[in-house]
């Protein structure tokens, strides 16, 4: 069973963790280059999307609550910000197989997204000071033996006066203890 547990309800803590994290199935649309902060017309597709699909889970007497917003960026660190991609996503009831398309230009399609073991840490703050949070997170992993595995991901969990509250989070392994010697 994929998990329908949002990380609100499970983290707190602003200091960094590592955690077992479930699957997660979701609905995600992503969009390439620089887009504006935040990209409005792919947020108006996913959210459109997933709303038909809340409805259609109400309508049947299903509970179906819209999570926070999830974002990956794949090559945020290479290249110009023109080839990026964003990869926007809502979590989603484990027996959703297909969502509406309501923009002829976007896709949003339904995924699985696993983890694992996890290093995560909620961010509270402004994005000018986002990228401090991020350091101290991969110096956490780094000090725990453990080495990042993948893009960061960002749950976006609230906003407030001094700025938003973001989770933080990369899928990690156990850093290699050294070279290994090959057979003569």
Do not use: C
Not at 24 to 41: D, E, H, I, L, Y
């Amino acid at each position: 069973m994929i998990a329908a547990v949002y990380p609100t309800q499970r983290t707190q803590a602003v200091e960094p963790a590592i955690v077992q994290a479930s699957p997660v199935k979701v609905a995600k649309v992503t969009v390439v280059g620089a887009q504006p902060s935040p990209p409005v017309r792919a947020l108006r597709a996913l959210y459109a999307s997933v709303e038909a699909v809340r409805a259609a889970h109400v309508a049947a007497g299903l509970d179906f609550e819209i999570g926070p917003l999830r974002a990956r960026f794949p090559e945020a660190q290479a290249g110009s910000p023109w080839t990026w991609h964003w990869v926007l996503a809502v979590s989603v009831p484990d027996n959703t197989i297909s969502v509406p398309q309501l923009d002829p230009d976007l896709r949003v399609e339904i995924e699985v997204w696993v983890y694992d073991r996890v290093a995560e840490l909620v961010h509270e703050g402004t994005e000018e000071t986002k990228p401090a949070s991020v350091q101290r997170l991969l110096e956490f992993v780094l000090a725990k033996g453990f080495r990042p595995a993948g893009v960061r991901e960002e749950i976006y969990l609230g906003t407030g006066p001094a700025g938003g509250r973001t989770l933080l989070r990369y899928q990690i392994l156990a850093a290699s203890r050294g070279l290994q010697r090959r057979a003569l």
